[in-house]
């Protein structure tokens, strides 16, 4: 597997194991994530799996230097002090001294909050301070859109690594990954298969055919062809490792176009600007 180097240096698995929405079976699941190969996991408070996912690790006897850990702060713990107790609370239950990588799940919005701006930069300024300490190797956000990025860069001694978005065929938020480029942020997807929607969806199932390959691995590849970190999810032993060991192709540019333009029939409606949680 190849790894990213972000914009300070350090490296990233290019594919990631997502552990959104899994909660039953979570130490099964990751010890057969862990012995296909996934050394990138990635987790949040949120998700309530954080436990599991350090059980299995230390199950796993792999040595804590080969994994690459992400976790978020979510968004009750979008604070100076909330950023150190979920840090905090993060670290012991997955069992570890120090994270990979540190991200804010959602930003705080313009529809929520008056001074969403200084909600941000507050938790951000936290994260710098675990970053500078050596706590977290690297810092970055989640679902950040251009209006809460560009607010960010105003104060920010550290930019942001990472930018964590929804992307997939049909939904590729262009504007701001081209941002995030510009500022040489990585982008890294989440749901990139389209929490199993775009599975269905028989214009991608077409291309899919072209190549010889599922309409998950297609997925895969076209984010990776898109140069974006993948977060690949799955509970199937057999699915969690064909997600990672796949020979790799390259999909034509008429295809990837296709894929781009696809109907948003994967997209979860979530838009960070909106959403009231």
Same mark, same amino acid.
Not at 63 to 76: E, H, P
Not at 78 to 90: A, D, L, N, P
Not at 109 to 121: C, G, L
Not at 152 to 172: M, R, S
């Given at each position: 597997?190849?790894?990213?180097?972000?914009?300070?240096?350090?490296?990233?698995?290019?594919?990631?194991?997502?552990?959104?929405?899994?909660?039953?079976?979570?130490?099964?699941?990751?010890?057969?994530?862990?012995?296909?190969?996934?050394?990138?996991?990635?987790? +949040?408070?949120?998700?309530?799996?954080?436990?599991?996912?350090?059980?299995?690790?230390?199950? $796993?006897?792999? +040595?804590?230097?080969? #994994?690459?850990?992400?976790?978020? !702060? @979510?968004?009750?713990?979008?604070?100076?002090?909330?950023?150190?107790?979920?840090?905090?609370?993060? #670290?012991?239950?997955?069992?570890?001294?120090?994270?990979? #990588?540190?991200?804010?799940?959602?930003?705080?919005?313009?529809?929520?909050?008056?001074? @969403?701006?200084?909600?941000?930069?507050?938790? @951000?300024?936290?994260?710098?301070?675990?970053?500078?300490?050596?706590?977290?190797?690297?810092?970055?956000?989640?679902?950040?859109?251009?209006?809460?990025?560009?607010?960010?860069?105003?104060?920010?001694?550290?930019?942001?690594?990472?930018?964590?978005?929804?992307?997939?065929?049909?939904?590729?938020?262009?504007?701001?990954?081209?941002?995030?480029?510009?500022?040489?942020?990585?982008?890294?997807? @989440?749901?990139?298969?389209?929490?199993?929607?775009?599975?269905?969806?028989?214009?991608?199932?077409?291309?899919?055919?072209?190549?010889?390959?599922?309409?998950?691995? #297609?997925?895969?590849?076209?984010?990776?062809? $898109?140069?974006? !970190?993948?977060?690949?999810?799955?509970?199937?032993?057999?699915?969690?490792?064909?997600?990672?060991?796949?020979?790799?192709?390259?999909?034509?540019? $008429?295809?990837?176009? +296709?894929?781009?333009?696809?109907?948003?029939?994967?997209?979860?409606?979530?838009?960070?600007?909106?959403?009231?949680?």
């Amino acid at each position: 597997m190849k790894n990213v180097i972000l914009n300070n240096g350090t490296e990233i698995p290019e594919i990631g194991f997502g552990t959104w929405q899994t909660t039953e079976s979570v130490q099964k699941t990751l010890k057969t994530a862990l012995e296909a190969g996934y050394r990138h996991i990635d987790t +949040a408070d949120i998700y309530g799996n954080e436990a599991e996912i350090g059980e299995a690790i230390e199950e $796993s006897g792999i +040595a804590r230097k080969d #994994l690459y850990l992400t976790t978020k !702060i @979510w968004n009750s713990n979008r604070s100076g002090q909330g950023v150190k107790y979920s840090v905090e609370q993060s #670290l012991k239950k997955l069992k570890t001294n120090y994270l990979d #990588l540190l991200l804010i799940h959602w930003p705080a919005n313009e529809k929520q909050f008056k001074n @969403w701006k200084e909600i941000n930069a507050e938790t @951000w300024k936290a994260m710098e301070e675990l970053y500078k300490s050596g706590v977290v190797k690297t810092i970055g956000v989640s679902n950040f859109m251009l209006p809460q990025l560009e607010a960010l860069l105003e104060t920010a001694d550290v930019i942001p690594a990472v930018n964590q978005i929804e992307f997939h065929p049909g939904y590729v938020q262009q504007s701001v990954v081209d941002f995030c480029k510009e500022k040489g942020i990585a982008i890294e997807a @989440w749901s990139p298969i389209g929490s199993g929607r775009l599975l269905k969806d028989e214009d991608l199932k077409d291309i899919a055919d072209k190549y010889n390959v599922s309409p998950a691995i #297609l997925c895969i590849q076209f984010c990776l062809q $898109s140069g974006v !970190i993948v977060l690949p999810k799955s509970e199937n032993p057999e699915n969690i490792k064909n997600n990672l060991h796949f020979e790799r192709f390259k999909i034509e540019e $008429s295809d990837m176009k +296709a894929l781009k333009t696809l109907e948003e029939t994967g997209f979860s409606g979530l838009n960070p600007e909106t959403v009231d949680f």
